[in-house]
T-cell receptor, first 110, second 114 residues
């Protein structure tokens, strides 16, 4: 039931774009995205609710395809501060248990 | 507004002992969730409490338990500690239960079992 993220790791140069995918085997009500820097707690980025909406936060946006039970996080013109591990979190329609994905390590280099 | 606080920040215990971790949510938040984070397993859901009631429980043995008080503060207890319980334990608070609200994480308690 843990969502699967891809890729597991990615290295970017400043200014490049990246896409992180999150796929679940269960129908989803919502998808959260969090970023965790080394030695720190995860920090909320955005939440997408059932309805296929797309959200954005500065140069980070995300989409939610409920039919495919997938979400994608888009990082454009990456900055050094984007480095960290990105987790998706999903809330299924069976009991509302919340599961975090397997994580994607993103490193932005100068 | 003060963030989520967790105490203690670090703990060292030996196998067989028990431990209690504490979490104080953001003021006004009524839901508290607990997670175990390890390098191999990532973030694993332990349980969620809302209004002093356990709403959901993850796939962990009965040695892991928790409770929530009327002021929304929460504790989790691990009895008969095993080496594999060594992990970072994170709590997160949100305004209400379910997956529709963002979660705010505390700094975590690093538990080492020797």
């Amino acid at each position: 039931q843990q969502p699967v993220q891809s890729p597991q790791a990615v290295i970017l140069r400043e200014g490049e774009d990246a896409v992180i995918n999150c796929s679940s085997s269960k129908a989803l009500y919502s998808v959260h995205w969090y970023r965790q820097k080394h030695g720190e707690a995860p920090v909320f980025l955005m939440i997408l609710l059932k309805g296929g909406e797309q959200k954005g936060h500065e140069k980070i946006s995300a989409s939610f395809n409920e039919k495919k039970q997938q979400s994608s996080l888009y990082l454009t013109a990456s900055q050094l501060s984007y480095s960290g591990t990105y987790f998706c979190g999903t809330d299924s329609n069976t009991g509302n248990q919340f599961y975090f994905g397997t994580g994607t390590s993103l490193t932005v280099i100068p | 507004k003060a963030g989520v606080t967790q105490t203690p920040r670090y703990l060292i215990k030996t196998r067989g002992q028990q431990v209690t971790l504490s979490c104080s949510p953001i003021s006004g938040h009524r839901s508290v969730s607990w997670y175990q984070q390890t390098p191999g397993q990532g973030l694993q859901f332990l349980f969620e409490y809302f209004s002093e009631t356990q709403r959901n429980k993850g796939n962990f043995p009965g040695r892991f338990s928790g409770r929530q008080f009327s002021n929304s503060r929460s504790e989790m207890n691990v009895s008969t500690l095993e080496l594999g319980d060594s992990a970072l334990y994170l709590c997160a608070s949100s305004k209400s239960a379910g997956g529709y609200n963002e979660q705010f994480f505390g700094p975590g308690t690093r538990l080492t079992v020797l």
